[in-house]
């Protein structure tokens, strides 16, 4: 019935997987836990979840790293259950009925594809706050517009089938409108997606400046998708705003602007009070100056 995929890189997945595997055993239906190690190097993290002796769980261990995307089409292309519960290896269920949840959604087996949401914890450490105000503001938060853009990578329960037809990947980088991109193919195959608040507490929080390292490959991946896919470009806000802007003949400036102010708001984005209005002025000026190169 329920294949539950966790893609692990460098992260401990033990708590993650006795968790699943307490609520999935209070139910009586056919479950299996796959989790694939991506070629993690951190060595501690390696043998913690060998060490993992549970009933229906396999581990998958990776010779060469692959990227998250390609882990988890290894995930699905090795499940043996024709519905998929995709976990991030840093989430947590917020709540003890998580698995029952989706296991009553399966029964009623309206939709294609179903995210379940995510949350955040009350508080942060100073060195992890901007990606923690990013998550708080944003991915909390349903945008109720199209729920395709709303489905998010991290906790998410899919058809095999639609899932093997619409896999993950397809973009330079493995970090950033990855899971956008997937469900505007999935919007592009005709899938039906439902958007239900059955969430996970994420807790692998990035650093300030990992965080901002990573970003800056996601507006890579937009500057990608807008030059060679550009019918899907179009539903990202940040493409939106750039025609906006460019009708108006304001890129040049901006992206003037943005190098001559980029240490400044870096400066903000790297304290222990970052602003979310820098680090939009940031992305918006990042993106700018890619489009003027």
């Known amino acids: 019935m329920l294949t539950v995929c966790i893609p692990v890189f460098n992260w401990d997945v033990s708590n993650l997987v006795k968790e699943i595997h307490r609520q999935c055993q209070l139910h009586d239906f056919e479950f299996e836990i796959l989790a694939v190690d991506d070629c993690s190097t951190n060595q501690n993290t390696k043998i913690a ?9 396999q581990l998958i261990q990776l010779q060469g790293n692959v990227g ?26 917020a709540n003890d009925d ?8 399966i029964q009623i087996a309206d939709f294609d594809i179903m995210s ?18 990013h998550g708080k ?15 998010r990578g991290n906790n998410f329960l899919v058809r095999k089938e639609i899932f093997l037809e619409n896999p993950f990947g397809g973009l330079p980088e493995n970090y950033g409108y990855v899971d956008t991109h997937f469900g505007l193919k999935l919007k592009q195959a005709g899938a039906k997606v439902k958007i239900i608040s059955n969430p996970c507490i994420h807790l692998g929080l990035e650093t300030n400046q990992k965080f901002i390292e990573k970003f800056k490959k996601a507006i890579q991946n937009a500057n990608w ?10 539903n990202l806000r940040i493409v939106q705003m750039f025609k906006k802007l460019n009708k108006l003949g304001l890129i040049q400036p901006i992206a003037y602007v943005f190098k001559k102010s980029e240490k400044k708001l ?8 970052p602003s979310l209005l820098a680090f939009q002025l940031y992305k918006l000026g990042y993106f700018c100056s890619l489009k003027t190169e």
């Open 98 to 105: 998580f698995i029952a949840n989706y296991l009553k959604e």
């Open 225 to 234: 998708m807008m030059k060679n896919q550009p019918e899907m470009a179009e």
């Open 266 to 273: 870096l400066r903000n984005l790297l304290s222990e009070n």
């Open 49 to 57: 979840n060998t060490q993992i002796q549970l009933s229906h769980f």
């Open 116 to 133: 379940g949401g995510i949350l955040y914890e009350n508080q942060v450490a100073p060195e992890f706050r901007l990606k923690w105000l």
């Open 68 to 93: 998250n995307a390609e882990a988890r089409n290894i995930l699905a292309r090795s499940a043996k259950f024709d519905w998929l519960l995709f976990l991030d290896a840093d989430m947590i269920p």
């Open 137 to 151: 503001n944003t991915e909390e938060q349903i945008q109720g517009k199209d729920p395709y853009l709303e489905i």
